[in-house]
């Protein structure tokens, strides 16, 4: 059975769907990094940041490669760049959006007094 287009893509949203993982793809943007260095950045246990790491693996996001006694991450291609940097312009659209509505609602309680 075939599962439909929103089906697949509310799945792949769910399985972005958390903040360490969303900091990995983040810190990935700028190259591949090792694991050492993403455990500096994201300060979490470090079972806890390979229990990510293979989710983002096994849905084929990042691609991990071993030099060595090191395990390296990279994002599996440019497109989860373009989704992390098109998330921070609807993101700061939205805050600029409250930030206006905020201060629309400021003056109107300053008026009120």
Not at 1 to 8: D, T
Not at 26 to 31: F, M, T
Request: hydrophobic share 50%.
């Amino acid at each position: 059975m075939l599962v439909p287009l929103y089906q697949a893509k509310a799945e792949f949203f769910r399985m972005l769907g958390h903040p360490v993982r969303i900091r990995v793809l983040e810190l990935l943007q700028d190259g591949p990094l090792p694991v050492r260095d993403l455990l500096a950045e994201i300060e979490i246990e470090p079972a806890a940041l390979s229990q990510q790491l293979a989710v983002l693996r096994r849905s084929g996001i990042v691609t991990s490669t071993r030099v060595r006694s090191t395990v390296v991450y990279e994002l599996a291609g440019g497109d989860v760049a373009e989704l992390m940097r098109a998330a921070r312009r609807i993101l700061t659209e939205l805050l600029a959006g409250q930030n206006e509505l905020l201060a629309e609602l400021r003056e109107a309680e300053v008026a009120a007094k």
